[in-house]
């Protein structure tokens, strides 16, 4: 007779309440117990998938290095991050840009190993999220001598022989010669996201308003994740530009909740979560569950010196937009370039289908309700992460994390960190 295997329930944070302190470190254990096996299997492939390279590579002729010219470049490309892991290389998976961005650079021999490279990076962005601007800085192979380097048009095509090894989904665009010391992450004078929305039952006009609250220098200790594990205890950022406007509206003669928005911000530097925790804030507002000035009220750390619990915003949304320098010189393969619109073009394709398909099925669902359905427009609804009260608690009212001083004290006594005198 067959043994009936049962698939172990996914508990619900209700669920998880309910159980004491003795049952949740059972579970904690076992799940970081299933988290290193899964590990040691990913590491297991990724192993096996190197040596079969490795092999192949032996048997091919070596690429030698030393008899070529370098230079230091920018370069610019966009990426849709919905399927991947996040930007940064990571040791237990292979979804993540940079992993696809080093295999094509490593393959055409453009760079000999990302060690070697004097790499940096404008903006690390998490799973999920997309960029249109991000920018790498890094030394690269040169088919021009030292001198003759301003002739960009006689440069290696860098955007075409990457693009035909990248996803199509990750496309190089643009590239600028640097000065060798330049940093693509610390030289940036300014990056600017959006982050998309429809408006739903959102009022637009007081999310403007609360976001327009955010300019200017503040500590955003409670509209952010604080990062105190890896040394982050400094929270003032100082935002240039924050607004929420709507970009295009299904219906010229009336506002619809399949209305597209945006909120654009732009700051020389973000911190980890930062957008999404004001993207959080601001859906409050827009429900009108909370006034704009409870922005005013969190960037008040006297006030309001730990952060209440809130729902982040979703990753989808977030795109890293533009990222600026001075001193570049940005040089398009317009050939190329033709081809990189094609692939987007592809993309925005199958969206826009996908888009049309379901709005005229829901055209047709909500003519049952006849010309009254402004109580249906739930569209943005889904846009905050997490499970959500049934009772709608004020979020000044909350239940608060710890305060950033007991986080220091926490990490300094497990020596993460050194309390400076």
Request: charged share 30%; hydrophobic share 35%; proline share 3%.
């Amino acid at each position: 007779m067959a043994k009936v295997v049962k698939k172990k329930k996914i508990l619900t944070r209700e669920e998880l309440e309910q159980l004491d302190k003795t049952e949740l470190i059972d579970r904690i254990l076992q799940l970081e117990a299933h988290n290193l096996q899964l590990k040691q299997i990913i590491e297991k492939r990724l192993g096996t998938a190197e040596k079969k390279k490795e092999k192949v590579s032996s048997t091919n002729k070596k690429f030698d290095f030393a008899k070529c010219h370098k230079r230091h470049i920018f370069l610019k490309f966009y990426y849709l991050g919905w399927d991947y892991q996040g930007f940064a290389a990571q040791e237990d998976t292979t979804s993540t840009i940079e992993y696809y961005l080093f295999a094509a650079l490593t393959k055409s021999c453009l760079i000999e190993s990302r060690e070697t490279s004097n790499y940096h990076r404008c903006g690390r962005t998490d799973k999920g999220v997309s960029a249109f601007s991000q920018v790498i800085s890094l030394d690269i192979r040169s088919r021009l001598e030292p001198e003759k380097q301003d002739n960009l048009s006689d440069e290696l095509h860098y955007c075409k022989m990457l693009n035909r090894l990248l996803p199509k989904n990750i496309r190089c665009f643009s590239w600028s010669p640097a000065h060798p010391e330049m940093s693509a992450r610390f030289d940036c004078k300014f990056r600017s996201y959006k982050y998309f929305f429809p408006r739903g039952n959102l009022n637009i006009e007081a999310m403007d308003k609360a976001a327009k609250l955010t300019v200017g220098s503040h500590d955003f200790r409670n509209l952010c994740k604080m990062d105190v594990a890896n040394g982050v205890v400094n929270f003032f950022r100082n935002i240039v530009n924050a607004q929420v406007t709507c970009i295009k509206r299904e219906d010229p003669e009336k506002i619809s909740g399949y209305d597209m928005c945006e909120l654009s911000i732009k700051s020389n530097a973000f911190l980890w979560h930062q957008i999404r925790c004001i993207m959080g804030i601001l859906l409050l507002v827009g429900r009108e569950q909370e006034k704009p000035e409870v922005i005013t009220d969190l960037l008040d750390v006297e006030k309001c010196p730990r952060k209440p619990q809130y729902n982040l915003g979703h990753y989808i949304p977030l795109n890293l937009f533009y990222c600026e320098y001075d001193g570049t010189n940005w040089y398009t393969d317009k050939e190329e370039l033709q081809r990189v619109i094609k692939d987007l073009q592809e993309e925005w394709t199958y969206a826009a289908i996908k888009c049309s398909m379901t709005r005229n099925m829901l055209k047709d669902l909500e003519a049952f309700f006849d010309d009254e359905t402004s109580h249906l427009n739930q569209q943005s609804d889904c846009l905050l992460q997490g499970v959500e009260a049934k009772v709608y608690k004020p979020l000044m009212q909350r239940d608060t994390c710890e305060s950033l001083e007991d986080r220091i004290e926490h990490y300094t006594k497990k020596r993460r960190l050194e309390k400076m005198s």
